[in-house]
């Protein structure tokens, strides 16, 4: 496993533009296919995005389709979620998570390492 650490949530107004950032610890992060996921109060955590080992495959839930985009460095062991054109109902604790088998899978039970998250907020 390794060790993720989430930054750039915050307040923004509908129509706004974040940018999530995750830094992912250990040598083998080229390796790990990267996700993000949210989860809303009161609902269940949700699928928004995944890349793959290399970059060269990415997969978005249709609800983020063409306003988020999923990106990575990894010479900088670092994912970023770039969210634009952003609606209250992106509201949502976002977590960044890790697969060790590179892909880029929307379900949950592939990934075994999680950070802790950082909170969205689009107000209307």
């Known amino acids: 496993q390794v060790q993720l650490v989430e930054s750039g949530g915050g307040l923004v107004q509908a129509g706004g533009s974040l940018r999530l950032s995750c830094v992912v610890s250990?040598?083998?992060?080229?390796?790990?296919?990267m996700g993000w996921f949210r989860q809303a109060p009161g609902k269940e955590r949700e699928f928004v995005a995944a890349?793959?080992?290399?970059?060269?495959?990415?997969n978005y839930a249709n609800s983020v389709k063409g306003r988020f985009t999923i990106s990575r460095e990894n010479a900088k062991n670092t994912v970023f979620l770039q969210m634009d054109s952003l609606k209250p109902e992106d509201t949502a604790v976002y977590y960044c998570?890790?697969?060790?088998?590179?892909?880029?899978?929307?379900?949950?039970?592939?990934?075994?390492?999680w950070g802790l998250g950082t909170q969205v907020t689009v107000s209307s």
């Open positions: 998570a890790a697969n060790p088998v590179g892909s880029s899978g929307a379900s949950s039970s592939v990934y075994d390492s």
């Open positions: 250990g040598r083998t992060f080229s390796t790990y296919g």
């Open positions: 890349i793959n080992w290399s970059g060269g495959r990415t």
